[in-house]
Structures are given as structure tokens and as C-alpha cells.
């Protein structure tokens, strides 16, 4: 099972929630921290984000976040303390938030995408990735972010953030999905692109065949 969720920031701030619509939804330790953001938008988001995670993990899992913790591992990825088969990821850029949830690890990305950042690509990406980027046929906004959101799922999925080189593995795209090649070896995962807004890449890194369509989530489903 792999289901994916997303909500739209600026739709949920139109709806007018009150502090005390988040307090009920997550943990005090969580609405504490938010209201210590000064920026708004940083503390909507964070608020939004987790009430989105404890929204999805009780309507899939019948968990309640009274009963359950989450932690953070040595490399910042988010798990449920004690749980062994429930897994969930989160991401957010721009104006959207999305969450991936499952029985097996999963990864998820997003980005609002901009002008490409080739500058970054000759430093970080793998150097099949920069020759593709460079060839003139090939190159556009798009297929930038396409391998890097793909690149940051598949490091979400894995759970060792940056401290995997980006140069380590090579992606390719696509239409709709794309491959990883790690150590010369196709690797049997499932990374999806998640069609949530236009203007934006999204892509879904696990090992299941099966991956849910996107649903758009407003405030009241939280």
C-alpha cells in the first residue's frame, strides 16, 4: 500500500484556521515549537505538515497520535518509534505540501521549479546527468528538476540525506517514472513522478509495484 496526499498552503490559509483547530491535531511539543517561528508561512507549513501526517496516519492506520511518537533518525528522516510496518515521508516547496504513507519505506520530494541550477548539476550530479543536461536537445527547466527531486526521494527513501553523494548514482528519466543506477546495478525500485500542480515536480521512491494517484487534501480533511 502506498498512498500519497497533498494540500495546498495558500488554499488552507484562505480557510481562516485558528490556532486552536491545530492544537487539537498535533502534539503540544509540535505547536510549541511552530509558534516560535516568527516567519508565518515556516509556522503554517510546519503546522499544516504534521497535522497531515497524524491526519493520514489515523485514517490509514487507525493511529492516534497520543499513542504514538515520532522520531528522527541519525540522518533526519522521520519514523514512528516502535513501529515496523507503517511508513511515512514529507515534503513541501512553494505553496503545496505533500505526504507519502505505506507498509513498506517510501520517499517523497517536491519542487517548485525555477531556472535550472546547471552550476549545481556540473558540481553535484553524476557525470551522465551533466552531459545530458548540456546537450542542447535536452535541455530545459523541467528535466533539472526531474532529476533532482528523483535524486532527493530516493535519498528520503534511503534515509541517508546528503551524506550520499548525488554523484553515486545516475538517474534516468522517463515519461512518467524513472530509473536509478547505483554502482553500475538497475536498482528494483519504483520511483513515480505524482502529478500535483503545474509548475512543480513531485516524484515517489519504494520498492512496491502499486502507487496511488495523488489526492488533494484541503483543511477540513485534516
Known amino acids: 500500500m502506498l498512498s500519497i496526499f497533498y494540500l495546498e498552503i495558500d488554499s488552507a490559509v484562505g480557510e481562516k484556521p485558528g490556532l486552536s483547530f491545530f492544537e487539537s491535531r498535533v502534539k503540544r511539543a509540535t505547536f510549541d515549537e511552530a509558534m516560535s517561528f516568527r516567519n ?52 513541501h516547496s512553494g505553496t503545496y505540501i505533500v505526504c507519502a504513507f505505506s507498509d513498506a519505506e517510501v520517499g517523497i520530494d517536491i519542487e517548485k521549479i525555477a531556472s535550472p541550477r546547471y552550476e549545481v548539476a556540473r558540481r553535484f550530479f553524476h ?13 530545459n527547466e523541467s528535466l533539472f528538476y526531474d532529476i533532482w527531486v528523483v535524486k532527493e526521494s ?48 513531485c516524484y515517489v521512491c519504494s520498492p512496491l509495484k502499486d502507487v496511488a494517484t495523488p489526492v488533494r487534501w484541503c483543511l477540513q480533511d485534516l
Open 154 to 201: 530516493f535519498l528520503k527513501y534511503k534515509g541517508t540525506g546528503l551524506t550520499c553523494p548525488l554523484s553515486s548514482f545516475q538517474v534516468n528519466i522517463f515519461p512518467g517514472k524513472a530509473l536509478i543506477y547505483e554502482g553500475g546495478h538497475l536498482l528494483t525500485l519504483n520511483i513515480r513522478e505524482c502529478p500535483v500542480a503545474e509548475g512543480y515536480k
Open 127 to 139: 557525470p551522465e546527468e551533466v552531459r545530458l543536461l548540456e546537450n542542447g536537445k535536452f535541455k
Open 40 to 91: 508565518d508561512k515556516v509556522r503554517l507549513t510546519r503546522l499544516l505538515g504534521e497535522a497531515m501526517v497524524w491526519s493520514g496516519l489515523r485514517k490509514l492506520f487507525g493511529m492516534e497520535k497520543e499513542d504514538c511518537r515520532i522520531q528522527r533518525s541519525e540522518h533526519g528522516k522521520p519514523y514512528l518509534e516502535g513501529e515496523r510496518q507503517v511508513y511515512f515521508n514529507i515534503s
